[in-house]
């Protein structure tokens, strides 16, 4: 019960903090969810035929929505195409 209590509290915290970072665009478009807009990024991990114990990950290119809210909330991540 203790350990529900503190996962409850700890989303909550990351939730405020991540709504108060995107506070710039979450009602820039009543048409669109950010959810939805940064659902789309995608991380693959593949090989070839001829390198098969090697892997290889490819992130797609982030959109520009994607790329202001990894802006506004300070990540980064990787992108290989």
């Not at 989303?11 to 659902?39: C, I, N, S």
Request: a positive charge.
């Amino acid at each position: 019960m203790r350990a529900h209590v503190f996962l409850c509290m700890l989303a909550y915290y990351v939730e405020w903090h991540m709504q108060q970072r995107l506070k710039p665009m979450l009602f820039d478009d009543e048409q669109r969810t950010l959810p939805k807009d940064l659902g789309t990024l995608a991380y693959n991990i593949t090989h070839t035929h001829i390198s098969p114990g090697n892997k290889i990950a490819l992130t797609t290119r982030p959109t520009p929505i994607q790329s202001k809210a990894f802006s506004l909330l300070d990540l980064h991540p990787a992108c290989t195409q």
